[in-house]
């Protein structure tokens, strides 16, 4: 079992930054892979970055590549996702989920483990 617990939305002015937190616990957590997502209203859930605990490797949307960064604390347990450059259509929920394996990474029902999510809204 893994617990997953978002933190860092906000309301940020376009063009600015956020830094979302994914704490996680739980049995054997470093040996997953780890996901971004979000769902804005009215939208499907998409799919915004990933990273493998163990090799580091990242993966990104095109969307959001170049402006968001994903990272990991293996000391504390922790995944980060570095939004800059905001824009009024990053507004969502995002959500944090952790999956066995890397394969498929961008579909979100194969991952096991979700958080509750934040919000993050950008005004225009």
């Known amino acids: 079992q893994v617990q997953l617990v978002e933190s860092g939305g906000g309301l940020v002015a376009a063009g600015g930054s956020l830094r979302l937190s994914c704490a996680a616990s739980g049995r054997a957590v470093t040996s997953y892979s780890m996901g971004w997502f979000r769902q804005a209203p009215g939208k499907e859930r998409e799919f915004v970055a990933a990273?493998?605990?163990?090799?580091?490797?990242?993966f990104y949307a095109d969307s959001v590549k170049g402006r968001f960064t994903i990272s990991r604390d293996i000391a504390d347990n922790t995944v980060y996702l570095q939004m800059n450059v905001l824009k009024p259509e990053d507004t969502a929920v995002y959500y944090c989920?952790?999956?066995?394996?890397?394969?498929?990474?961008?579909?979100?029902?194969?991952?096991?483990?979700w958080g509750q999510g934040t919000q993050v809204t950008v005004s225009s």
């Open positions: 990273i493998v605990w163990s090799s580091d490797n990242r």
């Open positions: 989920a952790a999956k066995t394996g890397i394969r498929n990474y961008v579909r979100g029902a194969e991952y096991d483990y």
